[in-house]
């Protein structure tokens, strides 16, 4: 069975009220590819906010969350309230929660599993820096990040997408080149094949993000390992109904 395309946007911390209810309105006016499966991920305060306006075809994330259900734990929120305001998704282990706020491998697993226990559903994220790659360190350090994903997703992986994105490629409007994605999603997904298994390394479903716009989105979305998108920028413009519908 194919695997069904799946664009997420990651706003990141953009958006008030006033351009969430812009955005929305953009997506029910669509039209969205019926055959594409959308997931916004929006800043905390604002999950219960877009849960009540979003259509039943757009589910709604979270940008992260902590690795526990409840306690004294100042400024984070758990799975169990994402899910109790009727979000879906959290976004984890974003090269921006990993560079900006110091998260390691070992945390983003334990993070990932908390979450996969609790019935969310994952977008877990990995990538290299420019630095990695110009030093031939890319598949290093992606089947490094994968790997330490393993245990935390155990036999979940119906749960989880993964989302390839380069660092270098994040906010800075150098898409990696159609070429550049697949090659890393292929050897990803023969790493999945040779360390867990056929049946998942065919199923699983891996976004590529890095300044994808609906510019780029057509040609890296026809290729045959690229399953979706995770778009920042383009994500909060009237485009990102065009990147939904890249395969359309
Ligand atoms: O980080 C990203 C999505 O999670 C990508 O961001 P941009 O699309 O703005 O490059």
Known sequence: MGRKFVVGGNWKMNGDKNQINEIINNLKKGPLDPNAEVIIGVPAIYLAYVKSIAPDNISVAAQNCWKVAKGAFTGEISPAM??????????????????????????????????????????????????????????EVVFR??????????????????????????????????????????????????????????????????????????????????DGFLVGGASLKPEFVDIVNATA
């Open 145 to 226: 990040q994968t790997k330490a994903l393993l245990p935390a997703i155990g036999n979940n992986w119906d749960k989880v997408v993964l989302a390839y994105e380069p660092v270098w490629a994040i906010g800075t409007g150098k898409t990696a080149t159609p070429a550049q994605a697949q090659d890393v999603h292929a050897s990803l997904r023969d790493w999945i094949l040779k360390n867990v298994s056929s049946d998942i390394a065919q199923a699983v479903r891996i976004q590529y993000g890095g300044s994808v716009t609906g510019a780029t989105c057509k040609e890296l979305g026809a290729c045959p390992d690229i």
């Open 82 to 139: 994402i899910k109790d305001v009727g979000a879906t998704w959290v976004i984890l282990g974003h090269s921006e929660r990993r560079t900006i706020f110091g998260e390691k491998d070992d945390l983003v697993a334990e993070k990932v599993a908390h979450a996969l226990e609790c019935g969310l559903k994952v977008i877990a994220c990995i990538g290299e820096t420019l630095e990695e790659r110009e030093a031939g360190k890319t598949e």
